[in-house]
């Protein structure tokens, strides 16, 4: 299998990307792909089903540069979290990895798929778990439509607030261990903030989308992104901290596209 490569490089924000191969807050989808064939101009695109394909694009989101100290978190007014750590807790704003990688960086198609086109929402729920009052896991991805499946494993009062903006907020109380709530996203939103009224280290970030093509990166900060159809697309690398990183990929019927991300220390 032949794979292409790019390289792309932020700091604080974004700054650029250097392609060694291949073409080159609301996100936009679909963007400057205009009417259908054929059709006049103005136009509208008529929703139509999304072909998957067998492209692939996977890499790694680098880190370079002395990573700054992530806040300690004080849980002596909660003991029963508090008990959870061996040592001081600290909230996971910043997370290099031992290979010099990122966790918790969320990338995804952001433009180059077909306008209107509409893919399958998955039937199975996205779960954020409250427990040892942090949320699990800190950056995920979502489909609109897909039932999103909140859940409180500590034995105490937790408050989870979506500051939502494309989406209805929500703000629901979890007094105890066991409950779970459930809630839909109905549009594209990237990325969702959620907070906890009682415990204020804790955030959490989701990114909600039409279509299935993202990928969060974890503890070896490699994201894999599947069943791409032949194409040319923008990828977009978000972190809560360093901000986004655009670059151009293009993909081939069966073959994997590596992109690899780099971003630096402020």
Same mark, same amino acid.
């Given at each position: 299998m032949r794979a292409s490569r790019l390289v792309a490089v932020a700091g604080p924000g974004l700054l650029a990307f250097v392609l060694a191969c291949g073409k080159g807050e609301k996100a936009s989808f679909g963007e400057g792909m205009g009417a259908p064939p054929g059709?006049?101009?103005? &136009?509208?695109?008529?929703?139509?089903?999304?072909?998957?394909?067998?492209?692939?694009?996977?890499? !790694?989101?680098?880190?370079?540069?002395?990573?700054?100290?992530?806040?300690?978190?004080?849980?002596?007014?909660?003991?029963?979290?508090?008990?959870?750590?061996? !040592? &001081?807790?600290?909230?996971?704003?910043?997370?290099?990895? #031992?290979?010099?990688?990122?966790?918790?960086?969320?990338?995804?198609?952001?433009?180059?798929?077909?306008?209107?086109? &509409?893919?399958?929402? #998955?039937?199975?729920?996205?779960?954020?778990?409250q427990k040892g009052c942090m949320y699990h896991p800190r950056v995920f991805g979502i489909m609109a439509g897909q039932q999103l499946q909140i859940a409180n494993s500590d034995p105490l009062l937790h408050n989870i607030k979506a500051q939502a903006k494309q989406n209805r907020p929500f703000n629901i109380s979890q007094p105890t261990a066991g409950m779970t709530t459930d809630r839909v996203f109905a549009a594209p939103e990237v990325m969702v903030r959620f907070e906890c009224n009682v415990h204020g280290w804790m955030h959490a970030y989701a990114g909600v989308l039409p279509h299935p093509f993202f990928s969060t990166t974890g503890g070896d900060g490699t994201f894999t992104i599947k069943n791409l159809p032949a194409g040319t697309y923008t990828l977009e690398a978000w972190h809560d901290a360093f901000g986004a990183a655009t670059a151009s990929v293009t993909v081939h019927d069966g073959e994997t596209t590596t992109a690899v991300f780099t971003y630096a220390a402020k």
């Open positions: 059709a006049p101009a103005g &136009t509208p695109a008529v929703a139509s089903p999304g072909a998957l394909g067998s492209g692939a694009v996977t890499g !790694s989101i680098k880190f370079v540069g002395k990573a700054p100290a992530n806040p300690a978190i004080d849980m002596s007014e909660e003991p029963k979290c508090k008990a959870e750590y061996s !040592s &001081t807790p600290h909230e996971q704003v910043v997370v290099v990895n #031992p290979n010099g990688t990122l966790a918790d960086v969320f990338v995804y198609v952001k433009a180059g798929l077909p306008a209107g086109a &509409t893919y399958p929402v #998955p039937s199975t729920p996205v779960v954020i778990d």
